[in-house]
């Protein structure tokens, strides 16, 4: 197991004429919500430092002094990754790298490679790997000299071709091909909807941050089975079932990825098929861990997640989720909100109700 420091740099000037918006997470949050996702990844945090800083340093983001301090911390814990809780950008990344003699990654990168790991599926193995590419063709570094001399036999005349300019090729040619593949499993999963929508039911996605627990609600709702973990994005690929309502009705339940603060748009782009079926449900179940510190603003990032997706209008259930977690008596609930344990199964009757009431008699085909 690799042993990771964690960075984390808060930008005055951002806010230095505004106040605060009340979704944007403190940065000791965010750092703590960065030892989350590195223990997903299967790494040992060793340590972590905060900086305040107005503005972010060209060359290395928190500057000359801070590297040094940064690199005695990682000679006394021993440390061999370094990860920085937000983007670098490429020169950046090098110089930390060779300044630090340790390997480093910015968030985006942590992110995809948890994705990496839990891909189960041919389809979230293609969308994980186009993702990676998508972000690291931006940051191939090279001497650009390898092969670019002038020849001196047939063949070898002129300037030849770079070894970067070869492994951009490559990219480019690989991420062609892994687009022509998630192109027929979308084509795919048409023909598997158009199978399912000859007979329409209506369908309910389930959505919420990463680690809200979505995942054991939807197995709880359905018996699915599916793997329920309090690692971040142990889910990621969609599990689609159906449930039985009190009025005897049949509806379709599907299970996405969670989301996250600042999910890498390639991931977002490269997960549109998985998300599909968010776009095509009639009724979303927004579900929250009710005991975070933090659920507005989570609550916030899943809504413009939604938005982004052109789906922001579709009718929403709020559902509240690990009750079993509260003080009695519980908090006072909003309107409309639907206050769940799916450990325990505490509220799902209620849940089951709500849902039979607000599904159409005849779900819109789209």
Not at 91 to 112: F, M
Not at 156 to 179: A, F, N, S, V, Y
Not at 339 to 361: N, Q
Request: charged share 25%; glycine share 8%.
């Amino acid at each position: 197991m690799e042993r990771a420091f964690l960075v984390g740099v808060a930008l005055t000037d951002r806010t230095r004429h505004e106040s605060r918006p009340s979704n944007r997470i403190n940065p000791e949050d965010s750092l703590a919500e960065l030892r989350e996702l590195a223990q997903s990844a299967g790494a040992v945090v060793v340590g972590a430092m905060l900086q305040h800083r107005p503005r972010a340093d060209a060359a290395s983001l928190i500057g000359r002094g801070k590297v040094e301090e940064l690199r005695r911390a990682l000679a006394d814990s021993h440390a061999d990754l370094v990860v920085f809780d937000g983007e670098l950008a490429p020169t950046q990344q090098r110089n930390l790298e060779r300044e630090l003699d340790a390997r480093v990654l910015p968030r985006t990168q942590l992110i995809l490679d948890i994705f990496a790991r839990h891909a189960r599926t041919r389809e979230g193995q293609l969308q994980v790997e186009l993702a990676q590419l998508d972000y690291l063709l931006p940051r191939l570094t090279g001497k650009g000299i390898a092969m670019s001399r002038l020849g001196g036999g047939i063949g070898t005349r002129g300037p030849g071709e770079t070894k970067l300019e070869t492994d951009r090729r490559r990219i480019h040619q690989r991420m062609k091909r892994l687009r022509g593949s998630l192109e027929r499993v979308r084509a795919q999963r048409a023909q598997q909807r158009a199978q399912r929508e000859s007979v329409p039911l209506a369908t309910v996605a389930l959505v919420g941050y990463t680690n809200a627990g979505k995942s054991t609600l939807f197995n709880r709702l359905t018996g699915a089975g599916v793997l329920a973990s309090a690692r971040m994005f142990a889910t990621l690929d969609p599990t689609i079932r159906s449930l039985s309502l009190p009025s005897r009705r049949k509806l379709l339940v599907s299970d996405t990825v969670g989301f996250l603060r600042q999910l890498p748009h390639g991931l977002i782009s490269a997960f549109r098929a998985t998300l599909e079926e968010v776009t095509r449900a009639s009724l979303i179940l927004v579900v929250s861990d009710v005991t975070a510190p933090h659920r507005e603003s989570h609550l916030h990032e899943v809504q413009q997640v939604l938005h982004d997706l052109g789906v922001g209008a579709t009718p929403q259930i709020q559902v509240w989720n690990k009750s079993d977690l509260l003080p009695n008596p519980p908090p006072s609930l909003p309107a409309d909100t639907v206050l769940v344990s799916a450990h325990t199964g505490a509220g799902i009757d209620v849940l089951v109700t709500r849902l039979d009431r607000e599904i159409p008699l005849r779900p819109e085909v789209h």
